[in-house]
């Protein structure tokens, strides 16, 4: 009797697992028509949606006009001869050809490479200082964290990260974590929520066309309390306070998220105030895809972004054929959507693609994506369905991740963490090398108070259970900071000309800002008023900027420290650097030969250039009361029409000084 009930309960558990695993199931052809109606909705969102960007923000725009249409864009795409690749839509193409090339789940390290080959012009804010950091030696997750990247709270990653939603079809779990996992890239803390909300919305859009309970199902996959969660909870509100009157719900809705928003990131393109634009034109929407285009674009703000996320959503919920032929098909001639022509016009070496190819790409990669996960391939009824586990997980590619250097000085407590979120969970050990007298390994991170200066090597290793994998890390004890006993700071801009700042186009939150230069020797490194911009007198031309110290009594000096603020996207940074000291006479002459560790930018070009980075000089010792850096400022042609007349300056955050 025993040994049959247990039968009896190992077949119903092995039943349950089955229904449970795969309870949801589509037919491959309706997959490849949802599939095309994300590449095809997104695509004429962000082309509909590109005339508005960035306008619309104090007030919406009317709905007297609509429907908008493509306004100036019509032309263009009768130029181009299709559809037009930018931000909205083209870094999911790069995606998609590195899930070609490594497999449906790349690395960090594999989409860094992605990233610094194909991306060499119009990217900015977030995206901008993570290709930055790139550059400069990060791999992500480090290139979007708080501390890296001033821009984390920006829109930058709900707007290029839609295909983790759109390639894992009804696995919810799923798709969010790996758009969490990929909005790092560039961003953090609540910066992420809209990217993972928007993954939910995908992939259960392929079985729900039912809005709210789209919006409700995906609400429960963002964190309890977010910060996000509650916006869209609002959002929802305001919908059903004022079912008729999407202006006033919009009113409420900016005077919350953008005119009393923390000043800190208050700004045009906060992700947060974007997703809220982008939930209250889903839901005024309510389904009509010509409707929903206009509301994201009247909204406001950055709409090119809504546009195109919504139009893309819409897409899934409905499938491609919906789409209106006007739009798909708006010149004359066409008789497939966007003349079946992806054309690259903003990434280098991204080849032209054929709409339809594109699509039929992406489904193949859908289907390992959901065999790989617990789904398969079955037929009936002589078709081919995928089935789905809907419960499967997304685990992070077991991999090291590589950010600032630890920052170690004699006699200063400390903690260093080499693990991130992402790979936390995995088996850490030290396999080799010398420590630092004073300083312990403990699973992941160093922790402890350093006795000795000097240079130590060691070798990581981090395993999953299945691989290991090993990295080697040099470890820099230095001396303590006498910059903060400076009895001098020697500039040649003491006070921000918040005049002259205020004429700029400038990106971050106004306390970020700080008025004087002697921010740069208190040892904070990030936040409110940590940054100086040596903007004094309006001055177009590269001028040459200095900080440095003196002191009353001489001192042995071998290594310097700068560390760099927030950068706008037309400068902030140098051309090129040198050290100075002062001689007995007091005459200023160069330092021996120096290193940087890392190297400086090999170019001056903006989209090279890092935020909140540390450069180390080292050079012979020097025996003087002052020493100082000298740079050659840099003003990029870069949003030209916003920076006519803007003034050269180097962004400092802090300039650190070490004795032998």
């Known amino acids: 009797m025993k040994t049959k009930v247990l039968l009896f309960i190992i077949l119903f558990a092995g039943i349950f697992f089955s229904m449970n695993v795969s309870a949801k199931k589509i037919s491959v052809a309706e997959l490849r028509d949802k599939i095309a109606g994300a590449w095809i909705g997104e695509m004429i969102g962000n082309i509909y949606g590109l005339?508005?960007?960035?306008?619309?923000?104090?007030v919406p725009g009317s709905d007297e006009k609509w429907p908008l249409g493509y306004t100036k864009n019509l032309d263009k795409l009768a130029k181009t001869g299709g559809a037009f690749s930018d931000d909205d839509t083209d870094f999911e193409y790069i995606y998609l050809m590195q899930m070609e090339k490594w497999g449906c789940e790349p690395t960090y390290a594999q989409l860094r490479d992605a990233w610094m080959y194909h991306v060499r012009d119009k990217v900015w804010l977030a995206n901008r200082a993570a290709l930055g950091l790139m550059h400069h030696g990060f791999t992500p997750p480090f290139t979007g964290m708080k501390e890296n990247n001033p821009h984390w709270f920006q829109i930058d990653p709900q707007l290029i990260n839609e295909i983790w939603g759109y390639t894992a079809p009804g696995m919810i779990n799923?798709?969010?974590?790996?758009?969490?996992?990929a909005a790092r890239i560039t961003s953090d803390g609540w910066g992420v929520e809209p990217t993972m909300f928007y993954g939910a919305l995908y992939s259960n859009a392929f079985f729900e066309k039912n809005i709210e309970k789209l919006v409700a199902e995906a609400l429960k996959h963002l964190p309890v309390n977010s910060r996000y969660a509650q916006t869209v909870k609002d959002m929802v509100d305001l919908y059903h306070s004022y079912p008729k009157d999407w202006k006033k719900a919009r009113q409420e809705m900016a005077t919350k998220y953008y005119i009393n928003?923390?000043?800190?990131?208050?700004?045009?393109?906060?992700?947060?105030?974007?997703?809220?634009?982008?939930?209250?034109?889903?839901?005024y929407g309510n389904g009509d895809f010509q409707r929903t285009m206009d509301l994201a674009c009247s909204i406001g703000f950055d709409c090119d972004n809504q546009?195109?996320?919504?139009?893309?959503?819409?897409?899934?919920?409905?499938g491609a054929e919906v789409l209106p032929k006007a739009l798909s098909c708006p010149i004359q001639g066409w008789t497939k959507p966007f003349n079946d022509r992806y054309i690259n016009i903003t990434r280098y070496d991204?080849?032209?693609?054929?709409?339809?190819?594109?699509?039929?790409?992406?489904?193949?990669?859908?289907?390992?994506?959901?065999s790989k996960n617990g789904g398969k391939l079955v037929k009936q009824d002589g078709k081919d369905y995928l089935q789905i586990n809907e419960n499967a997980k997304f685990n992070a590619p077991l991999e090291f991740y590589v950010g600032p250097n630890p920052i170690l000085e004699v006699g200063k407590p400390m903690v260093f963490t080499y693990y991130t979120k992402a790979n936390q969970q995995y088996n850490w050990k030290l396999k080799s090398g010398n420590l630092p007298k004073g300083i312990a390994f403990e699973k992941g991170k160093i922790i402890g108070t350093p006795e000795t200066a000097g240079k130590y090597e060691i070798v990581l290793t981090l395993d999953n259970g299945k691989k290991t994998i090993e990295k080697s890390f040099e470890i820099l004890v230095r001396t303590p900071n006498i910059a903060l006993k400076a009895d001098t700071i020697y500039t040649n801009v003491r006070t921000l000309n918040t005049a002259v700042l205020d004429s700029c186009w400038y990106t971050f939150g106004k306390?970020?800002?700080?008025?004087?230069?002697?921010?740069?020797?208190d040892g904070v490194l990030n936040g409110t008023g940590s940054v100086f911009y040596s903007l004094g007198a309006k001055a177009k031309l590269p001028k040459v900027d200095y900080f440095g110290y003196g002191w009353k009594e001489a001192k042995t000096i071998n290594m310097m420290a700068l560390h760099t603020g927030c950068l706008e996207e037309f400068g902030g940074w140098f051309t090129s650097l040198n050290i100075q000291y002062q001689d007995e006479n007091g005459k200023w002459i160069p330092v021996p030969k120096y290193?940087?560790?890392?190297?400086?930018?090999?170019?001056?070009?903006?989209?090279?250039?890092?935020?909140?980075?540390?450069?180390?000089?080292?050079?012979?010792?020097?025996r003087t009361k002052a020493i100082r850096i000298l740079d050659d400022t840099k003003v990029q042609d870069h949003w030209n029409k916003y920076t006519k007349n803007v003034s050269a300056f180097t962004s400092i955050t802090e300039l650190s000084v070490y004795e032998k």
């Open 174 to 181: 799923y798709a969010v974590e790996k758009s969490d996992w």
């Open 350 to 370: 991204m080849p032209d693609a054929s709409i339809s190819d594109m699509i039929d790409r992406t489904v193949k990669q859908a289907i390992i994506v959901v």
């Open 51 to 58: 005339p508005f960007e960035n306008k619309n923000v104090l």
């Open 307 to 318: 546009a195109a996320t919504m139009g893309g959503l819409l897409g899934v919920m409905y």
């Open 595 to 622: 290193t940087s560790t890392p190297a400086l930018p090999a170019t001056d070009i903006v989209f090279f250039q890092p935020h909140f980075v540390e450069f180390v000089f080292e050079f012979e010792p020097v």
């Open 511 to 521: 306390p970020m800002y700080a008025t004087s230069v002697s921010v740069i020797n």
């Open 261 to 283: 928003e923390d000043p800190m990131t208050k700004t045009i393109w906060n992700a947060n105030l974007n997703g809220a634009c982008g939930i209250l034109a889903l839901l």
